[in-house]
């Protein structure tokens, strides 16, 4: 396992630090004036209803998008037009996509293999060994030389989530990961969700998923409107939300 086991309570560095980040589409603005510091090993998600900017924010994490005004530092590292520095960046952060964004032509042991050896150079048969601990580690050893289109939504999903693990990330984006699976499928990639959690991954997790914000989250985030507009530990998060708006989300999802 490349991601060392420390429990979140011994984790302290900000691995992410996002300072009055602005973004717009245009003349509309997506993002409003987000600040937030993510320590190493925390395990965050965010929640909001759709449109409120929840996919822009993680996606300016690994610069899938370009911000206009803040800061975004991701291990020391400050996101802005340089390459070298998007580069450095992304190598540290891997993201797992609603759709799972396999490479249909490729089995599931090249899917695994193929960053590894086209981004950072890895030997082959390093790049296979890497790949099939993952695929064991997301219990889908078994299914290494089938094709995405003969897995299910759930199987694929965890191939993705060790896909992303084969670049040794230290940080780990999920944008909605179970939210285009049929329901028996989601508990499955949830769990794989919460190993890593537990393993001290640090984490980002866009999901309505309140069952593992409870049981992972050191902080749940409901952005609505391009902001953050409340962050608390889950407990508290649940039972006693500040804001309206937050009350209003969670009568609609809970
Ligand atoms: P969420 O993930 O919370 O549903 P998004 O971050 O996807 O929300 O989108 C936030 C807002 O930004 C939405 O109003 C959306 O329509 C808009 N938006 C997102 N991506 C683009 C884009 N590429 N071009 C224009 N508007 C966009
Ligand atoms: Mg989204």
Not at 22 to 36: C, E, H, N, P
Not at 131 to 150: C, M
């Amino acid at each position: 396992m490349a991601v060392p086991p420390v429990p979140s309570a011994e984790a302290g560095d900000t691995v992410i630090r996002i300072r009055g980040l602005s973004k717009w589409f245009g003349k509309f603005q997506a993002l409003r004036d987000i600040t937030l510091d993510v320590r190493r090993g925390e395990r965050i998600v965010i929640c909001g209803p759709s449109g409120s900017g929840k996919s822009t924010l993680i996606r300016c994490l690994n610069r899938l998008e370009a911000h206009q005004a803040g800061t975004v530092v991701v291990d020391g590292v400050e996101l802005n037009d340089s390459l070298k520095n998007i580069g450095a960046v992304r190598k540290d952060i891997g993201m797992v996509f609603q759709h799972f964004n396999l490479f249909p032509h490729l089995t599931v042991l090249e899917n695994c293999m193929l960053a590894p050896i086209w981004a950072r150079k890895c030997p082959r048969a390093e790049a296979e060994a890497t790949a099939r601990r993952f695929l064991e580690r997301v219990r889908i050893g078994d299914q290494a030389s089938k094709y995405p289109g003969q897995l299910s939504g759930g199987q694929q999903q965890r191939v993705a989530i060790a896909r992303a693990l084969c670049m040794a990330p230290n940080i780990m984006l999920f944008d909605e990961p179970t939210s285009a699976l049929d329901p028996e499928m989601v508990k499955e990639v949830l769990d794989t969700m919460v190993e890593l959690a537990k393993d001290g991954m640090t984490m980002l997790c866009v999901t309505h998923e309140m069952g593992f914000a409870r049981a992972v989250a050191d902080r749940v985030i409901f952005m609505d409107r391009g902001e953050i507009v409340e962050e608390a530990p889950p407990d508290e998060f649940f039972s006693r939300p500040k804001s309206e708006r937050t009350r209003r989300f969670l009568d609609q999802i809970l």
